[in-house]
C-alpha cells in the first residue's frame, strides 16, 4: 500500500525553526520526485520545493528562498523539508507529493500526504 505520512508541524514563534518530514511507505521515493505544497487557510494551495529523482532542486516559490531547503534520507525513505527564519505568513498546511515521472518541471503529482499544519505565531 502506497502511503505518504507528513509529520514535524506545530506552533513556532516568527524566527523560528522547524523540519517536516515525510516518509514514504510501500515503496520507494527515490525514483519520484518530492513536491512540497503548503494552502493557507483562503488561499489556493501553492508549491514551494521539490527534489527531484536525481537530487535536483526546484523552488516553486521565491518567498522561501533562503529560508527552506529540501534533503532526502535514502535510508529512512524520507524527505524532509526545513524551514528556517520562518514568517507569520508561513504559515499553511504543508503537504508532500511524489510526481512518478522524476522530474520537478512536469508537476504530475499524483499521490498526496495527509499534511502537517505549521502555525507560525507570536
Known amino acids: 500500500q502506497v502511503q505518504l505520512v507528513e509529520s514535524g508541524g506545530g506552533l513556532v514563534q516568527p524566527g523560528g525553526s522547524l523540519r517536516l518530514s515525510c516518509a514514504a511507505s510501500?515503496?520507494?521515493?527515490?525514483?519520484?520526485?518530492v513536491g512540497w505544497f503548503r494552502q493557507a487557510p483562503g488561499k489556493e494551495r501553492e508549491g514551494v520545493l521539490c527534489?527531484?529523482?536525481?537530487?535536483?532542486?526546484?523552488y516553486y516559490a521565491d518567498s522561501v528562498k533562503g529560508r527552506f531547503t529540501i534533503t532526502r534520507d535514502h535510508g529512512k525513505n524520507t524527505v524532509y523539508l526545513q524551514l528556517n527564519s520562518l514568517k507569520v505568513e508561513d504559515s499553511a498546511v504543508y503537504y508532500c507529493a511524489i510526481d512518478p515521472t522524476g522530474s520537478c518541471l512536469r508537476k504530475e503529482y499524483d499521490d498526496w500526504g495527509q499534511g502537517t499544519q505549521v502555525t507560525v505565531s507570536s
Open positions: 527534489v527531484s529523482s536525481s537530487n535536483g532542486i526546484t
Open positions: 510501500g515503496f520507494s521515493l527515490d525514483y519520484y520526485a
